[in-house]
C-alpha cells in the first residue's frame, strides 16, 4: 500500500508565507505527476499546480507568480512554496500523486493524501 501525508497547513496573514509539504510513503519506485488541489467551504476541488517527474509545473492563474510547486523525486515529496498568501486562499489543500509504480510492480492511480487546512485572516 502507499499513502500521501501532507503537512505545514496553519493560520497565515495575509501577505505572508507557508510551505506544504506532501511524502508518500511504502515501497515506491517511481511517481509520475504530483499535484495540489484546494477546496474551499462550499466550492468544488480546484487544481493549483502540476509538477511532472521531470519537473515540468503548471499553475491555475489565480496562484501564478505567488506558488511554487517542486520535488524531490528521491524522497517522494512534492512541495507547495505560497507566498503573497490572500484571504481567497483559504482552504483544504490536498495532494494528488497521478501513478504510483511501487519495487514490486503493482500500479496505484489517483493517489489522494487526508488535506491540510490553510487559513489566511485579513
Known amino acids: 500500500q502507499v499513502q500521501l501525508v501532507e503537512s505545514g497547513g496553519g493560520l497565515v496573514q495575509a501577505g505572508g508565507s507557508l510551505r506544504l509539504s506532501c511524502a508518500a510513503s511504502?515501497?515506491?519506485?517511481?511517481?509520475?505527476?504530483m499535484s495540489w488541489y484546494r477546496q474551499a467551504p462550499g466550492k468544488q476541488r480546484e487544481l493549483v499546480a502540476t509538477?511532472?517527474?521531470?519537473?515540468?509545473?503548471n499553475y491555475a492563474d489565480s496562484v501564478k507568480g505567488r506558488f511554487a510547486i517542486s520535488r524531490d523525486n528521491a524522497r517522494n515529496t512534492v512541495y507547495l512554496q505560497m507566498n503573497s498568501l490572500k484571504p481567497e486562499d483559504t482552504a483544504v489543500y490536498y495532494c494528488?500523486?497521478?501513478?504510483?509504480?511501487?519495487?514490486?510492480?503493482?500500479?496505484?492511480?489517483?493517489?489522494w493524501g487526508q488535506g491540510t487546512q490553510v487559513t489566511v485572516s485579513s
Open positions: 494528488n500523486a497521478d501513478r504510483i509504480r511501487d519495487f514490486s510492480g503493482r500500479y496505484y492511480s489517483d493517489n
Open positions: 511504502g515501497s515506491i519506485f517511481s511517481i509520475t505527476a
Open positions: 509538477i511532472t517527474r521531470l519537473g515540468i509545473t
